[in-house]
């Protein structure tokens, strides 16, 4: 297949439709699938042919959609998951058991810290984070021997660190074990962690990707590059027979470009069931028809906004790593040269109070959950996404009582600006 531009690919990947068939992808909004006979249907359980026979695990729907965003990422087989959330959870469980072990960055979005921290640990998997700035040595210093991956995020949410990928590859290979990564905020459009040495890439598709806040969904992409074989002992789930599957050991069947999709797939969304729908699917496709015309845009928005935000004196700091004062500019360039994302977080001076205040005088930024949407959004995280967290853990997050998530949607920047000036004018603070 030729390899075409990531626009091209946003448009056409994934479904190309042949003489008389439907040209929109088409929605398959079936629960199960008919078969002519018994034997035909138990060759699909027995995963000796493809096909479809419950949506379960399975639609064709879901799994065109799925392909489109394999292309675009560059990965060897994908999936799609009912939220990033779910997302998270199938691509760590796939390969790791109750005892086992994860590193995993500290600068994470709350939800995901909570899922890995609280919800998973009870399911035994225990997880060690680390600074994303510390040192190869520091971060390998976190390994145990049962340790079964090391996971981040390109940009974090809503700290908007900027992953050293290189150096989390690197680390993460010398120690024998897989690269997930989160990119969920960058998109393919301005970042594809696979080529920078990433082996699972994970997406909440809620976001840029679908775009409008109209569909809840996730995505899980594999690189199809690392050898489970070769470290045979430590991922028995892939590298050993399945029992629940009349002994099939992933690994040796569907080799390394699709021996974890299809083990998440036929173990894991059979037995979790946390499935996207068919019609989810079909406004998550829409939605990436457009993500290479809308991601400039979001970023053209979110550098004038905090340029404008690192001027007024009623800011305390700013935090987007397309200002070259920024913490992260130089990873940025480096990893993100065509622009990171909309988002933007900074503090303003007055604490949590005075940035309660700011959010409520706002009147085209709406205080939403939501984030990365084609609509300008805005979120104090302390209290609302990140509220779980003790206060070291939301330090260690970069998150403060003061911190404001500014999520830039694709209206004009002047509005935008405008809307921001008179919210802080009705602040009273004194500035510094």
Not at 134 to 162: H, W
Not at 176 to 199: H, K, M, Q, S, Y
Not at 203 to 223: C, E, F, N, P, R
Not at 266 to 285: E, K
């Amino acid at each position: 297949m030729k390899k075409y531009g990531a626009g091209t690919t946003a448009v056409q990947g994934g479904y190309r439709p042949s003489n008389g068939e439907p040209r929109q992808v088409p929605i398959v909004q079936s629960t199960t699938f008919k078969f002519d006979t018994g034997e035909a249907m138990g060759r699909l359980f027995d995963l000796e042919d493809s096909g479809y026979f419950y949506s379960r695990l399975q639609n064709p729907t879901c799994d065109t959609v799925a392909a489109k965003i394999c292309e675009l990422e560059g990965g060897s087989a994908a999936m799609l998951t009912s939220s990033g959330q779910a997302a998270n959870l199938l691509a760590i469980f796939n390969i790791a058991n109750a005892g086992d072990h994860i590193v995993s960055s500290s600068s994470i979005y709350g939800g995901t810290f909570n899922l890995f921290a609280v919800t998973m640990k009870k399911m035994g998997i225990d997880f060690t984070f680390v600074d994303p700035d510390a040192s190869a040595e520091e971060i390998k210093a976190a390994f145990k021997e049962n340790t079964k991956a090391l996971f981040g995020e390109t940009i974090a949410n809503p700290a908007l660190t900027v992953l050293d990928f290189e150096k989390f590859a690197s680390v993460a290979h010398d120690m024998g074990v897989p690269l997930i990564i989160d990119n969920t905020f960058a998109t393919p459009i301005n970042c594809r962690p696979i080529e920078w040495g990433a082996d699972i890439v994970v997406h909440s598709t809620t976001k840029y990707m679908d775009g409008h806040g109209a569909a809840l969904g996730g995505a899980i992409v594999d690189a199809g590059k690392f050898d489970w074989m070769a470290h045979k002992d430590k991922f028995p789930g892939l590298t050993t027979p399945d029992e629940s599957y009349h002994g099939i050991t992933y690994a040796e069947k569907f080799g390394k470009e699709g021996a974890f999709i299809t083990k998440a797939t036929a173990q894991l969304m059979r037995d979790f069931g946390c499935v996207q729908s068919p019609m989810n699917a079909y406004y998550l496709n829409l939605g990436l028809e457009s993500l290479h015309v809308r991601m400039p845009r979001h970023c053209e928005n979110g550098q004038r906004v905090a340029e404008y935000l690192s001027r007024h004196p009623k800011i305390r700091s700013v935090t987007y790593c397309g200002l070259p004062e920024d913490k992260y500019h130089k990873l940025a360039m480096k990893y993100l040269p065509n622009g990171s994302c909309g988002v933007v977080s900074f503090r303003i001076n007055g604490g949590k109070k005075a940035a309660e205040e700011f959010m409520s005088h706002l009147k085209l930024a709406a205080i939403e959950t939501h984030v990365a949407d084609a609509r300008t959004c805005v979120l104090h995280p302390a209290s609302t996404t990140h509220r779980q967290l003790s206060d070291a853990e939301l330090e260690a997050a970069g998150i403060y009582p003061d911190l404001i998530r500014f999520s830039c949607g694709i209206e004009d920047s002047e509005d935008l600006i405008a809307d921001i000036a008179q919210a802080l004018e009705a602040v009273e603070i004194e500035s510094i």
